[in-house]
């Protein structure tokens, strides 16, 4: 779909309704986008793009923030 025929505000209506792991690899895939390929050694390169293949196959999966937060209180308890 060319830009032009995308309305900002109706793309992040869609997005911001979205359940939150969905949200965050968007997220991630957009920050991403921004990164210079230029500035990333090709050993990182790798690495992300290799996780980022298991993350869309589903061998991976991604953790809420409030999920990590309560592992770590229940590890420092």
């Not at 792991?21 to 793009?49: H, I, N, T």
């Amino acid at each position: 779909m060319p830009t032009a025929d995308l309305d900002l505000a109706s793309v992040l209506q869609s997005v911001l309704s979205m359940p939150r792991p969905e949200r965050s690899y968007l997220a991630e895939r957009l920050l991403v986008s921004l990164e210079d390929d230029d500035e990333m050694p090709p050993q990182w390169r790798e690495e992300m793009d290799a996780r980022v293949q298991r993350r869309e196959r589903g061998e991976t999966r991604s953790y809420s923030h409030e999920e990590v937060m309560a592992e770590l209180d229940a590890a420092i308890a």
